[in-house]
RNA sequence: GCCUCUAUAGUCAAGCGGUCAAGACGUCGCCCUCUCACGGCGAAGACCAGGGUUCGAUUCCCUGUAGAGGUGCCA
């Protein structure tokens, strides 16, 4: 039989990472079984419907390069696709499991149930329907629909023995029946809810595997019963973990909690948005590369077999297996995203490199007074992502305040007078070099210094920090002084040995 | 509170009764070196606790603890 996996969100927001996740598992498990993936809009609660939100859905899958066989905007054999639109499916499953003593109508208010809820609440009991309409007979339940009585419809839930399913990652999961509660199947706006939804969209078009949120753990047990109900095979569960974030324990102020131990006390939670946690186009906006995005978030929550940790989409979909999926949550690192991209990017091309760059670079700089072919070569073995290329280039454009014991070196032997000397010196002889080529430049002042007599670092540390500012910098006093241009690197130099004596 | 799930270093994780308990990120040290990166070499660092089962438990079972999820006319 052909596998077919499909990705549920509701319109309600952006694609944050652990979407984007489930969304690739559930992508790579149909192509690694040759079937289709399909793209389900879940939006039966309207009040909740984002505008925009479903374009965002469209952009996000297209730019992961998570291609849907079967979707709202593509087509296919089974739509709808969008849950809204298939409105009218619903009902008449819903009459089938009345028939069949499974669901029933329901007139209670909501008002009376919120009042129960309180109340079950206060006493510390959880919260269950007391099936007060279940006993309602036949010929009231009609008059009071004939009647025009706002009603739902619920899901009849035996009182004993146990209800269970089986999941790839979890294996068998089994609940007593008198903990569920008789949930609403179709709301009173004659829209089903997730619970019904979901049983009669994944069976009506044909899902082999439903992959989802670990938050329906303890549902699928309900949603296996209503499977039962209709005589109908349930598809293979897998239920994936969401993924988390370590954060600190805020006050209403905002400020940390502090424990005993006068650390903040932290705790984890879900990727949130809401919470300042980058979505997936937060990442792509600040300069990650798509494929070590993908292949980092592939990696957390799943493990291959052998050593090898770069995988490409495509290989990916070859090697994807359910058996590498972990069962605890895992935390997101930004750490170890950033470390991944780093090198994605060292793996680019040169030229790739300098075209992903310029945006950025142009933030600050002017590729007509700047080298950015050189600057590039620098600049690619020290960027995690492209968002941190204007800060690490400013220098460039505007010469920073700095102090002057950004001179005193100990390991370089540099000291304020052995700046001094050496600034002068190099002073002397950069005005006589016409040159400016950094192989050149190179050539003459390792002459001056071996003349000199003096250590490399008693020359070259104080006349980077002399033309750049900075005790750190992409580059060698060479490269910075190619850069810079022979007027600029001698205005810098005269400026800074000015403040030096 | 009740129900479900989970538990290997700071993080991601391998392991699936017998291992000196992989690997990666991060951290630290050394080398390279005019800085920072890159690169190379090396180090520290873990089986939540207590009971079982077994010749032998990180691995199987139970209890506790901790964390997560659920407990909606949300999904």
């Known amino acids: 039989m052909e596998v077919r996996t499909r990705f549920a969100p ?11 996740r489930s969304a690739l598992y559930t992508y790579l498990w149909a192509r690694k079984n040759g079937g289709k993936f399909i793209l389900r809009i879940e939006d039966t609660d309207q009040e909740r419907e984002v505008p925009g939100a479903v374009e965002k859905i469209y952009a996000s899958l297209n730019v992961a390069g998570l291609k849907y066989d079967e979707g709202p905007d593509v087509g296919g054999d089974y739509g709808p696709y969008v849950q809204s639109q298939r409105k009218d499916m619903y009902l008449p499953y819903a009459k089938q499991l009345i028939e069949s003593g499974h669901a029933y109508y329901c007139f209670c208010t909501k008002e009376r149930l919120d009042e129960a809820r309180a109340e079950a609440e206060k006493k510390g009991e959880t919260f269950k329907y007391d099936k007060k309409c279940l006993h309602l007979s036949k010929e009231e339940v009609q008059a009071r629909l004939d009647a025009g009585e706002p009603y739902v419809i619920r899901q009849n839930i035996p009182l004993e023995g146990k209800a269970g399913f089986d999941d790839v990652i979890y294996g068998h999961v089994e609940v007593d029946c008198a903990t569920l509660d008789d949930n609403v199947l179709i709301k009173a706006d004659g829209l089903p809810t997730y619970n019904f939804a979901n049983v009669i969209d994944d ?76 979505t997936f186009e937060d990442l792509l906006s600040r300069g990650y590369l798509v494929e070590a995005v993908i292949n980092y978030m592939t990696l957390l929550g799943w493990s291959p077999k052998g050593e090898e940790e770069f995988f490409s989409l495509s290989e990916l979909e070859k090697l994807f297996d359910l058996e590498g999926l972990s069962k605890s949550p895992s935390i997101f690192d930004m750490q170890k995203m950033n470390w991944f991209n780093a090198e994605y990017i060292r793996r680019l091309s040169p030229e790739k490199y300098l075209e992903m760059a310029r945006p950025w670079l142009d933030q600050v700089l002017s590729e007509e007074k700047f080298d950015y072919r050189r600057l590039c070569e620098l600049l ?53 070099v016409t040159d400016w080529s950094e192989s050149n430049l190179h050539d003459v002042v390792m002459e001056k210094i071996a003349s000199l007599g003096i250590k490399n670092g008693q020359m070259l540390w104080p006349l980077r920090i002399a033309v750049s500012g900075q005790q750190n910098t992409p580059g060698g006093a060479f490269e910075i002084m190619y850069l810079l241009g022979r007027s600029e690197t001698l205005a810098r ?9």
């Open 10 to 20: 509701s319109p309600t927001g952006y694609m944050h990472l652990g979407n984007l």
């Open 380 to 432: 690619q073995s020290r960027t995690e992502y492209f968002a941190q290329l204007p800060d690490m280039v400013r220098f460039l454009k505007d010469m920073p305040d700095f102090p002057n014991d950004f001179y005193v070196n100990k390991k370089q032997k540099s000291t304020l007078e052995s700046s001094v000397s050496a600034l002068k010196e190099a002073k002397e002889l950069l005005e006589t």
């Open 493 to 501: 130099l005269n400026a800074s040995l000015e403040r030096l004596v």
């Open 203 to 278: 069976h009506t078009m044909c899902i082999t595997h439903v992959m989802r949120g670990n938050e329906y753990l303890s549902s699928a047990p309900k949603y296996n019963l209503l499977y039962e109900a209709f005589g109908w095979k349930p598809p293979v569960y897998v239920h994936l973990t969401p993924v988390m974030c370590r954060d600190v324990q805020k006050d209403e102020n905002g400020q940390p909690i502090l424990g005993e131990d006068g650390q903040p006390v932290e705790y984890v939670r879900k990727l949130s948005k809401r919470k300042g946690d980058p």
